[in-house]
T-cell receptor, first 112, second 108 residues
Framework: DGGITQSPKYLFRKEGQNVTLSCEQN?????MYWYRQDPGQGLRLIYY???????QKGDIAEGYSVSREKKESFPLTVTSAQKNPTAFYLC???????????FGQGTRLTVV | EDQVTQSPEALRLQEGESSSLNCSYT??????LFWYRQDPGKGPEFLFT???AGEEKEKERLKATLTKKESFLHITAPKPEDSATYLC?????????FGSGTKLNVKP
């Protein structure tokens, strides 16, 4: 079955730690996105990539980093510089710019 | 400023009571408007894409319409399983802009 797989579903981070969230897609989509969702707020764009080895900052990129070495994979690292990382993180992909995006099931990150 | 506004924030309906959700947008270079359904603790599920004013799409009890500045998601005779948060998004080729969603609760 084609789709987007995010792992892990739940993640706990200690203060000062970096953690990496995985996102893999087998839809052969060019574009991939990372969003953050907080209660009562809309989805906010962290990073996006239109093609392998290229990515751009979104609206809230500070404290996050990404890589796009393979078309299928777009991992997100939440660094210790991100002061309020507790949130629900969503990865999405779309065939190209301007078309609908499809989402994974999300990773809930909690700082302990 | 590019933005998407959804109303109401929350909507409670009795089973069978039809209603509409609104999505208004001010985004330059609109490429498409998208509706999603999101259940608690899950990723958004794609419902519809609308590209031009006057376009309509239907799926079961849901119908989405588009004008030049807003979109409506009409829910006809809703059932409790339609309870979810409905998200609207617009795309201008560079990125998606999402609204905060309408949380729909349908009571039996």
């Amino acid at each position: 079955d084609g789709g987007i797989t995010q792992s892990p579903k739940y993640l706990f981070r200690k203060e000062g730690q970096n953690v990496t969230l995985s996102c893999e897609q087998n839809l052969n989509h060019d574009a991939m996105y990372w969003y953050r969702q907080d209660p009562g707020q809309g989805l906010r764009l962290i990073y996006y990539s239109q093609i392998v080895n290229d990515f751009q900052k979104g609206d809230i990129a500070e404290g996050y980093s990404v890589s796009r070495e393979k078309k299928e994979s777009f991992p997100l690292t939440v660094t210790s510089a991100q002061k309020n990382p507790t949130a629900f993180y969503l990865c999405a992909s779309s065939p190209d710019r301007g078309t609908e995006a499809f989402f994974g099931q999300g990773t809930r990150l909690t700082v302990v | 400023e590019d933005q998407v506004t959804q109303s109401p924030e929350a909507l409670r309906l009795q089973e069978g009571e039809s209603s509409s959700l609104n999505c208004s947008y001010t985004v330059s270079g609109l490429r498409g408007l998208f509706w999603y359904r999101q259940d608690p603790g899950k990723g958004p599920e794609f419902l519809f894409t609308l590209y031009s004013a006057g376009e309509e799409k239907e799926k079961e009890r849901l119908k989405a319409t588009l004008t030049k500045k807003e979109s409506f998601l009409h829910i006809t005779a809703p059932k409790p399983e339609d309870s979810a948060t409905y998200l609207c998004a617009v795309n201008n080729f560079n990125k998606f802009y999402f609204g905060s969603g309408t949380k729909l609760n349908v009571k039996p």
